[in-house]
């Protein structure tokens, strides 16, 4: 059973395009990561969200944390290249605070 | 302190053998963690330790794995009589134990078995 569940799974889209990734879950978590992670390397930290509603922007990505503390979105405007890669969510558990789940990811793929 | 380091990187090994991966977490963190991950999944959670005490391993993914971290720094992860389904990459990651607990993950140890 996977906690937490991402769509789209994967995604292709032309540099330029913009582009939202779901994060969802029928549970409640204290806080909630997005990470994104190169083939053979392992996951890198983009944006912590803690507060439900929350909206958070680091250059053309915006991450927002749902209401309920249930569910996020990433939104990528105008990607680039270098946006490629697997992005994953994972939500630290309300109790106990000692575990993090992992979504199921969406492969993002921008074509020059 | 330039973040979490695992070694080795790669590590191919014939089935049955047995096989130890290390960790070192960012120095200022009490909490380390370790993760599995196949292809084109996330991270599945394995354990965790705060300090010198592991105090999450029931999903270790059987008693062929375990894990140590002695003094509190590094973490050492070991797998006995290696199968072909334990060949994914091992992530470890680290993090401080209040706050955000955010994760920072090492480069990962990929396993191959043969």
């Known amino acids: 059973t996977q906690l937490l569940e991402q769509s789209p799974q994967f995604l292709s889209i032309q540099e330029g395009e913009n582009l939202t990734v779901y994060c969802n879950s029928s549970?409640?978590?204290?806080?909630l990561q997005w990470y994104r992670q190169e083939p053979g390397e392992g996951p890198v930290l983009l944006v912590t969200?803690?507060?439900?509603?929350e909206v958070k922007k680091l250059k053309r990505l915006t991450f927002q944390f749902g209401d309920a503390r249930k569910d996020s979105s990433l939104h990528i405007t105008a990607a680039q290249p270098g946006d490629t890669g697997l992005y994953l969510c994972?939500?630290?558990?309300?109790?106990?605070?000692?575990?993090?789940?992992f979504g199921t990811g969406t492969s993002l793929t921008v074509i020059p | 302190d330039t973040g979490v380091s695992q070694d080795p990187r790669h590590k191919i090994t014939k089935r049955g053998q047995n096989v130890t991966f290390r960790c070192d977490p960012i120095?200022?963190?009490?909490?380390l963690y370790w993760y599995r991950q196949t292809l084109g999944q996330g991270p599945e959670f394995l354990t965790y330790?705060?300090?010198?005490?592991?105090?999450?391993k029931s999903r270790l993914l059987s008693d062929r794995f375990s894990a140590e971290r002695p003094k509190g720094s590094f973490s050492t992860l070991e797998i006995q009589r290696t199968e072909q389904g334990d060949s994914a990459m091992y992530l470890c990651?680290?993090?401080?134990?209040?706050?955000?607990?955010?994760?920072?993950f090492g480069p990962g140890t990929r396993l191959t078995v043969t």
């Open positions: 990651a680290s993090s401080f134990s209040q706050g955000t607990y955010e994760q920072y």
């Open positions: 549970s409640v978590f204290s806080s």
């Open positions: 969200v803690v507060t439900g509603g």
């Open positions: 994972a939500g630290a558990g309300r109790l106990p605070k000692n575990q993090f789940y």
């Open positions: 120095s200022e963190h009490n909490r």
């Open positions: 330790f705060q300090n010198e005490a592991q105090l999450e």
